[in-house]
């Protein structure tokens, strides 16, 4: 959130897991695709759900309810592969659903509370309130960071 | 003028100019006397300090001409080749080869190159020391008009000599072209027609293919038996347009008999090398040559980016072929298969074109180890003779970019740890000059390059003893080791045997940098060593990396490639015909006992039905001389596949080396079948 915070505001996609809403600068957003087949990858952490054909490239999938630790759920119509890219490389993410672009006014930003849930707290960079709406700001590089080491 | 969209090309041309001048002065090294070598550098130069001059680039035009005045000098038999000119000469080689680099880096080209042009300055000038009396009569400063501007080898020398029996008169004709000349090779061909007409052109000056090339400033020389008169000749040739000017000097039988001094000493050499018989062999072959190289072999620059895209095009192309011989065959419609069938042929041949077009033959990357073993020869103070077999193979353009630096330390190790000194070698009985041979050759799917020394070998219980102290095996494992293991463990990450840690090579990262990098490029090293007698060592790889034939195979629901460059054999076993051996499961494989790999388990594939029973598909996989049965649920079939990467994301996967797309849109991953044999 540091690069931004020059602007009042930045467009985000707002995505769902379990009951509650996160956000992605939609400048990092590549893509948001429907679930297709996923070619297991084994030897993998197990949110690493494999890779799939996108567009003649393949793109590692990470499922974000794994990473999390929340408990796993069927695929639904709703479920979305949201493609990220971070670092120059393309990766895509498992969400429940990804319904909304919106704006949010920097000011309204704050660092994460002392409890938010269940979502480890290394992945957040904070958090905005859009009228009721409580969102998440995830930290993409932190999302990725085990397996790079 | 702006002269930026030249530059690319003027680096290109330079580096190539540069490396011919290196390759010709190491042949004049082991040649001294052959003049027309010294011709061939002294062209490359001048063309370079032309290009340079037109570029901008004064110092790197200014050295290229003193270089050029002490090669002039030698050309002119005013001076002799000595070892020290010849290392002068080198190091301005050297000091140009880094300008033109720093001009590649984007910088301006500029050097402190004060010591060297000192040098040359004082070669030319002719220093006592240095320079040898060859010529007995040659005026020193005016350039001889009165003798041969040419140099004559001995066969042109005979035609010239043999004419002055027959009553012709041999001229040298100096032909100038006027400055704005725009075709300039085309009044090159008009002064010819003209010429032929009245005699016989016994040489040139550059060469007839410098002339059609119209690589020469504006003044060419031509020697020419004819029974005209001198001023006939010369309003001939003035009647040519756009000839500015046409000096006729006549060659006389004294002019050469004063040279015979010169070509005793050769023929004194010749014998005992028996290369006179050859040299005069090749001549006619030469003029061959020249007719055959006039009609065939037209080539084009191209970007290599242009190809690479080409290339990453023509992979789309591949993944929609398989598509559309999966819809295909689901659909089953006779014109169609035809089509597809069709199609596939094509693409086939147009695979094999465009594979071909990016191969680059390894000369690319040997040609630059001839000079780097004569500075280590010097820096070690050992004579080492390198013999290169195959420079002609060919290679994958990505394999050739990574395949440098891997030979350069195996080279620089055969030579630092493996040829011994002189003495030493003199002592064990072997001839004190050391030889390494670089070999390349191509063997079904693969290019073998191998760096083969007579020289010390490896001492097995030395390696094993540090391989121990390092901890890089343990005694058990030693004890259970071949030799070959043994050798082998030089490449392994942290070791180095040498005592002394030298300049050259011994600094313990050079091997296992090696072997990853081979690995990296889907190849394997070996090491075969006779102590006291030489090692061989011997890499191999993959003729291209981006499009590679696969055997599919299915576990359950997942479709794993296997490349066909491993698989031996696929066969269909019975339950009854798996044996066990220490908790691991065997087969007889055709008389040998072949470990069984269960795909299944190594790649955790999620079982919903058990696996038939009575049945096993083993696909039988080789990694150098060790096999192992790779058993799955069934053979899909033979396909050509594109290789992906995984991205940077997911490296180091055990045992899977990247993935492909198939017909059908979903991707499947390669087996790494050398992580699978130990």
């Known amino acids: 959130m540091s690069t931004v915070t020059e602007q009042e505001s930045m467009k985000v996609i707002v995505f769902q897991l379990e009951d509650k809403e996160y956000a992605i600068p939609v400048s990092r957003v590549q893509g948001i695709e429907r679930l297709m087949h996923i070619t297991r990858v084994p030897k993998t952490p197990n949110y690493v759900k494999g890779v799939i054909n996108l567009r003649g490239v393949v793109t590692p999938i990470i499922d974000l309810r794994e990473r999390f630790s929340l408990p796993a759920s069927d695929n639904q119509d709703s479920t979305r592969i949201i493609i990220v890219s971070i670092k120059d490389t393309e990766v895509g993410f498992i969400v429940d659903s990804a319904n909304d672009v919106v704006d949010i006014n920097m000011k309204s930003i704050e660092p994460q509370p002392e409890v938010v849930g269940t979502v480890e707290e290394e992945f957040i960079s904070g958090v905005a309130r859009l009228n009721n709406r409580l969102l998440i700001l995830l930290q993409l590089e932190k999302v990725l960071v085990t397996l790079q080491q | ?678």
Do not use: W
Not at chain 2, 509 to 518: N, R, W
């Open chain 2, 1 to 678: 003028m702006d002269v930026n969209q030249y530059l690319e090309m003027f680096i290109e041309e330079s580096k190539e100019h540069l490396q011919s001048c290196s390759e010709q002065l190491l042949a004049l090294e082991k040649n001294p006397e052959d003049l027309t070598i010294v011709g061939e550098i002294f062209r490359s130069a001048h063309t370079l300090k032309g290009m340079s001059a037109t570029m901008g680039f004064e110092d790197l035009a200014n050295l290229t001409h003193k270089m050029e005045n002490v090669l002039d000098a030698i050309r002119n038999e005013k001076i002799g080749v000595t070892p020290e000119i010849l290392d002068v000469v080198f190091e301005s080689v050297d000091h140009l080869e880094e300008m033109v680099m720093d001009i590649a880096a984007g910088g301006d080209g500029k050097r402190d190159v004060e010591s060297t042009v000192a040098l040359l300055k004082q070669i030319e000038s002719g220093e006592e020391a240095v320079v040898a009396p060859v010529v007995s009569e040659a005026p020193a400063e005016t350039g001889a008009p009165a003798d041969t501007t040419l140099a004559y080898d001995d066969y042109e020398k005979t035609i010239i000599m043999q004419s002055f029996e027959q009553a012709f008169k041999a001229y040298e004709i100096s032909v100038t072209l006027r400055d704005d000349c725009l075709l300039k090779a085309a009044r090159v061909i008009m002064v010819f027609q003209v010429l032929e007409k009245e005699g016989e052109i016994v040489k040139t000056s550059p060469t007839i293919e410098e002339l059609e090339e119209e690589k020469f400033d504006s003044t060419f020389h031509v020697a020419f038996l004819t029974q005209e008169n001198v001023e006939d000749l010369q309003a001939k040739i003035m009647k040519v347009s756009e000839v500015a000017t046409a000096d006729i000097t006549e060659l006389t039988e004294a002019s050469f008999a004063t040279k015979e001094p010169a070509p005793p000493v050769e023929e004194k050499v010749e014998p005992a090398k028996a290369q006179a018989p050859a040299k005069q062999e090749s001549k006619p072959a030469k003029k061959a040559q020249k007719a055959s190289a006039m009609v065939g072999s037209k080539t084009i620059r191209v970007n290599i980016e242009r190809l690479d895209i080409l290339m990453n095009l023509f992979e789309e192309l591949v993944i929609d072929r398989g598509r559309l011989q999966s819809i295909s065959t689901e659909v089953n419609h006779n014109e169609l298969n035809e089509t597809v069938e069709r199609m596939s042929r094509v693409m086939g041949d147009l695979q094999n074109i465009i594979l071909t077009m990016r191969m680059v033959p390894v000369e690319t990357v040997f040609n630059r180890f001839p000079k780097m073993i004569r500075q280590l020869s010097r820096e070690l103070n050992k004579k080492i003779n390198l013999e290169i077999i195959g420079a002609e193979t060919e290679l994958d353009r990505t394999v050739i970019d990574e395949i440098g630096d891997p030979l350069v330390h195996l080279i620089r190790n055969s030579v630092d740890h493996g040829i011994e000194s002189p003495e030493a070698r003199i002592a064990k009985g072997k001839p004190a000059e050391g030889t390494v041979v670089l070999r390349a050759y191509h063997s079904g799917n693969h290019v073998f390059i191998e760096i083969e020394d007579d020289g010390a070998g490896i001492n097995k219980e030395k390696v094993l003893a540090k391989a121990l102290a390092k901890g890089v095996v343990s005694q058990e494992t030693a004890d259970a080791m071949t030799d070959k293991q043994i050798n082998e463990l030089i490449l392994a990450s942290g070791f180095s045997t040498a005592d002394q840690i030298s300049d050259v090579s011994g600094r313990g990262v050079g091997l296992d940098v090696v072997k990853t990098t081979i690995e990296s490029l889907g190849g394997n090293i070996s090491i075969d060593s006779i102590q006291d007698s030489g090692s061989i060592f011997s890499i191999q790889l993959p003729l291209t990396l981006s499009i590679i034939s696969v055997m599919l195979v299915e576990i359950e629901q997942e479709i794993y490639a296997i490349p066909l460059s491993s698989i031996i054999e696929t066969s269909i076993i019975k339950k009854e015909e798996i044996l066990s051996a220490h908790n691991q499961k065997v087969i007889n494989y055709r008389g040998t006992v072949v470990p069984l790999v269960f795909l299944e388990e190594i790649f955790e594939v999620p079982r919903t039905a058990p696996a038939s029973d009575e049945f096993h598909s083993v696909v039988v996989v080789r990694k150098g001389e060790k096999l192992a049965g790779l058993v799955v649920d069934s053979f899909i079939g033979q396909q050509e596949i594109v290789l992906k990467s995984l991205g940077d994301y997911l490296t180091n996967i055990f045992a899977i080396s990247g993935a492909t797309i198939l017909g059908n849109g979903k991707v499947a991953l390669i087996v790494d079948c050398n992580a699978l044999i130990k």
